[in-house]
C-alpha cells in the first residue's frame, strides 16, 4: 500500500521568507502527485500537480514543486512567502492501477506572519 | 476546474437520529465520488468511493451499515450516518473525479449532541 509523510507537522515563517515543505511517498510504481492547500474555512483546492513529464511543476500563487524520483520526493517550494499563505497543506498521491484513490500525507499547518 | 457543492455546509442532530449528506458535481458527471472524513487538525481520511450505480466501496475499519452511500446519478453522490453519536462528529469531505484528479466539496461539519 502506498504512504505519503510530510516532515514538517507546523511551519512558521516570516513574509517574504522562502518556503520549503517535504513530501516523501512510498511506492514502487507509478505515481501521480499532488498538493493541495486548505485556507482557514475553505475547502481543499488543488495548488498543483503532476503527472509526468518536467518533473518541476509550477502550480498556482508561485508555488512549484520538484518530483525526484530517485529520492521518492515532492518537496513544495515558494520563493517568497505573504501572510495570505496561512493555510494548511497536503500532499497527496494516487497509483496507477489505484484509480483515483488518493492518499494524503498528514498535512503541514503554515503560518506567516507580518 | 470542475465545481463540486456540499449540502447542508453544516448540520446539528441529536444523538440517535440520522443525518444525509448530499454531495454534487455541478458541472461534470462524475463516475466516481469519494467520502472523506477530517478530524480537527488531521489529514482526510477516506472512508469510502462511490461509484454511479454500484455499491460504494468502503475503506478498513468503516462501517458501512452505519454509513451509506448512495450514488444514484452521475453527479449525485449522498451519504447518510445512520443512528448518529457523539463520535461521529466530524467534517465530511466529498469529492467527485474525472479520470485524472478529484475535485472537492466545501465539507460538511457534523455535530451529534
Known amino acids: 500500500a502506498q504512504s505519503v509523510s510530510q516532515h514538517n507537522h507546523h511551519v512558521i515563517l516570516s513574509e517574504a521568507a522562502s518556503l520549503e515543505l517535504g513530501c516523501n511517498y512510498s511506492y514502487g510504481g507509478t505515481v501521480n502527485l499532488f498538493w493541495y492547500v486548505q485556507y482557514p474555512g475553505q475547502h481543499l483546492q488543488l495548488l498543483l500537480k503532476?503527472?509526468?513529464?518536467?518533473?518541476l511543476v509550477k502550480g498556482i500563487k508561485g508555488f512549484e514543486a520538484e518530483f525526484i524520483k530517485s529520492k521518492f520526493s515532492f518537496n513544495l517550494r515558494k520563493p517568497s512567502v505573504q501572510w495570505s499563505d496561512t493555510a494548511e497543506y497536503f500532499c497527496a498521491v494516487t497509483s496507477t492501477g489505484g484509480g483515483n484513490k488518493l492518499t494524503f500525507g498528514t498535512g503541514t499547518q503554515l503560518k506567516v506572519e507580518l | 476546474g470542475a465545481v463540486v457543492s456540499q449540502h447542508p455546509s453544516w448540520v446539528i442532530c441529536k444523538s440517535g437520529t440520522s443525518v444525509k449528506i448530499e454531495c454534487r458535481s455541478l458541472?461534470?458527471?462524475?463516475?466516481?465520488m469519494f467520502w472523506y472524513r477530517q478530524f480537527p487538525k488531521q489529514s482526510l481520511m477516506l472512508m469510502a468511493t462511490s461509484n454511479e450505480g454500484s455499491k460504494a466501496t468502503y475503506e478498513q475499519g468503516v462501517e458501512k451499515d452505519k454509513f451509506l452511500i448512495n450514488h444514484a446519478s452521475l453527479t449525485l453522490s449522498t451519504l447518510t450516518v445512520t443512528s448518529a453519536h457523539p463520535e461521529d462528529s466530524s467534517f465530511y469531505i466529498c469529492?467527485?473525479?474525472?479520470?485524472?484528479?478529484?475535485?472537492f466539496g466545501p465539507g460538511t461539519r457534523l455535530t451529534v449532541l
Open positions: 458541472d461534470f458527471q462524475a463516475t466516481t
Open positions: 503532476y503527472f509526468s513529464g518536467d518533473p
Open positions: 469529492s467527485a473525479a474525472d479520470r485524472y484528479e478529484q475535485f
